[in-house]
């Protein structure tokens, strides 16, 4: 069995690679896995087990469909988790998201389908159905992005289907919510907060630090990801969640509490752009067809994730400066 996963490099695919070469999947401890990744500034071959004797890597663009091409034939399954997935960077920079996200998913279904794989499964996101006030979206929900990452998600994500019903391609989607686990880069919420109370610093939040996200355990999300890739049916979307709903207030009073920190870190930033209230998906597709249930306990998953930032700083320190840039939210002027 081999396997490609593309952005093997980054937070969730290191966390599936680390899982498939682990042996954590019935079936595939014999598996050969091949990453392809451009290495971005989110890509970090220390997230990777570089010199096992069953991985692969090769440093390229997914848009580069001539080499992506030569990589891909003579695997089995391909799991496309290459994006640009930063929502700030993405009301900046949008033209990259466009580029990644849409024209890369285009090269990987392409070469997939000339290839003749016998499984794709894509990787897309919650934030493609735009905003919930109350209730949880099923896979049925229409599209309704609201930032140029999510519109470039779902044009990835439309592009799939089209390759099943056009080609037949024997493609599945999921849409996780938002993940968090160790190696996370330090943009996101989760470790940008942690690294900065452990170092003493502020934190930012966003407007009233109401917006509400369902967070789900990067270890639930491979689990999610491999019971798809094994028995999901082509052309079907799963929705992959984690079940805890928290407001960003509720979260930053857990992440305060496990670093040791006190409210005055906390600085309240002008509102993200377009910023999304709510998101939550319905998980019955999966439970019912896959049974997929997530099972890292909320308070157990933050805590263990603190821990790792607090002994991993090796890995998180070098970062800082790439990340300084987004640290109070968008630059003024733009
Ligand atoms: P990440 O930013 O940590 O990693 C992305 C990886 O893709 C990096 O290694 C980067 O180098 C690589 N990459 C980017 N553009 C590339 C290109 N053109 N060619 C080859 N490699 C490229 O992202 P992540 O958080 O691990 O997310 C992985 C996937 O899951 C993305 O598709 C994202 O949209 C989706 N997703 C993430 C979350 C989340 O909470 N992190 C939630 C929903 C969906």
Redesign the pocket.
């Known amino acids: 069995m081999k396997v490609l996963v593309?952005?093997?490099?980054?937070?969730?695919?290191s966390n599936y690679v680390r899982s498939l070469l682990g042996g954590a999947y019935v079936g595939y401890e014999d598996v050969h896995v091949t990453v392809?990744?451009?290495?971005?500034y989110?890509?970090?071959t220390a997230n990777l087990p570089m010199d096992h004797p069953r991985l692969s890597f090769v440093k390229?663009?997914?848009?580069d469909a001539a080499t992506l091409y030569d990589v891909v034939r003579g695997h089995d399954a391909v799991v496309h988790?290459?994006?640009?997935?930063?929502v700030d960077r993405s009301l900046l920079s949008a033209g990259e998201f466009v580029?990644?996200?849409v024209l890369?998913t285009q090269a990987v279904l392409e070469c997939s389908l000339r290839a003749g794989v016998e499984r794709v499964v894509h990787?897309?996101?919650?934030?493609v159905y735009g905003s919930i006030g109350e209730g949880s979206w099923t896979e049925k929900q229409r599209l309704q992005p609201n930032s140029p990452y999510a519109a470039a998600?779902a044009g990835a994500d439309l592009l799939a289907w089209s390759y099943y019903q056009s080609h037949r391609l024997p493609v599945c989607v999921t849409r996780?919510?938002?993940?968090y686990g160790p190696h996370?880069?330090i943009e996101?919420i989760i470790p940008l907060f942690v690294t900065n109370l452990l170092d003493g610093r502020p934190v930012p939040l966003y407007g009233d630090g109401l917006h509400v996200r369902e967070w789900l355990h990067v270890d639930d999300h491979c689990r999610g990801l491999q019971l798809v890739l094994e028995r999901g049916r082509p052309g079907e979307i799963y929705h992959l969640g984690g079940g805890t709903e928290l407001t960003n207030l509720d979260l930053v009073r857990q992440l305060l509490t496990l670093c040791g920190a006190d409210w005055d870190r906390v600085q309240f930033v002008d509102d993200r752009k377009g910023h999304d209230r709510r998101y939550s998906l319905d998980g019955e597709k999966a439970r019912h067809e896959l049974g997929y249930e997530a099972r890292v306990p909320f308070d157990r998953g933050l805590a263990d994730v603190v821990d790792w930032y607090r002994d991993n700083r090796w890995w998180w320190a070098p970062l800082r400066e790439t990340a300084e840039f987004f640290k109070y939210g968008l630059p003024r002027g733009w």
Do not use: R
């Open positions: 593309t952005g093997g490099a980054g937070f969730i695919g392809v990744d451009k290495l971005t989110a890509g970090n390229a663009d997914i848009c988790l290459a994006a640009e997935s930063h580029i990644s996200n890369g990787v897309s996101t919650d934030e998600k996780c919510s938002n993940n996370q880069f996101k």
